[in-house]
T-cell receptor, first 114, second 114 residues
């Protein structure tokens, strides 16, 4: 079974600085997708960024980018120019190409210090 | 576009009582998911529907949990009888394009079992 591990339960960063959240996963499949979801306090979870495993180029969405290391099964999220609104739980998630469900990591709570 | 609607937002019950949660997905989304998120953990899939058929219920405790999606739209998740360890947030999500894997989440229903 696929597993997703986030080894940082909590992270903090100064406003306007850069922070990287780590994620590793375990799979024997070659076709899969990886995601970072953001869950603000008492708000619904929203998609931050998505990476298809077959793509070598790292995905980027404005201030959010990933470092996808397929051989190492690593998928980290970099947030540049951190803003107060970035404070949330961040979940790394895996989806098999042949399945539809997401498997989530344990989450990392990100605090932004003004 | 209206998002995923869930109710109630909060529910407190005593153990051995029953509870039901309701979800209305985004219009046109064929796939509906119920996830259980225990405090401090990532969401865990309970059941996945494709239209009104069950795709995956392998992690649903069927002795006490049940779910249905009549007419392939709204869904209800029921717990009877509830146990203390069922205290969690129950997240409903829906998706349209299965290949992209993006799930749209509701705000969740927080259950406290005393």
């Amino acid at each position: 079974a696929q597993t997703v591990t986030q080894s940082q339960p909590e992270m903090s960063v100064q406003e306007a600085e850069t922070v990287t959240l780590s994620c590793t996963y375990d799979t024997s499949e070659s076709d899969y997708y990886l995601f970072w979801y953001k869950q603000p306090p008492s708000r619904q979870m929203i998609l931050v960024i998505r990476q298809e495993a077959y793509k070598q180029q790292n995905a980027t969405e404005n201030r959010f980018s990933v470092n996808f290391q397929k051989a190492a099964k690593s998928f980290s999220l970099k947030i540049s120019d951190s803003q107060l609104g970035d404070a949330a739980m961040y979940f790394c998630a895996y989806r098999s190409g042949g399945a539809q469900k997401l498997v989530f990591g344990q989450g990392t709570r990100l605090t932004i210090n003004p | 576009e209206a998002g995923v609607a869930q109710s109630p937002r909060y529910k407190i019950i005593e153990k051995r009582q029953s509870v039901a949660f309701w979800c209305n997905p985004i219009s046109g989304h064929a796939t509906l998911y119920w996830y259980q998120q225990i405090l401090g953990q990532g969401p865990k899939l309970l059941i996945q529907f494709q239209n009104n058929g069950v795709v995956d219920d392998s992690q649903l405790p069927k002795d006490r949990f049940s779910a249905e999606r009549l007419k392939g739209v709204d869904s209800t998740l029921k717990i009877q009888p509830a146990k203390l360890e069922d205290s969690a947030v129950y997240l409903c999500a829906s998706s349209f394009r299965q290949a992209t894997g993006e799930l749209f989440f509701g705000e969740g229903s927080r259950l406290t079992v005393l």
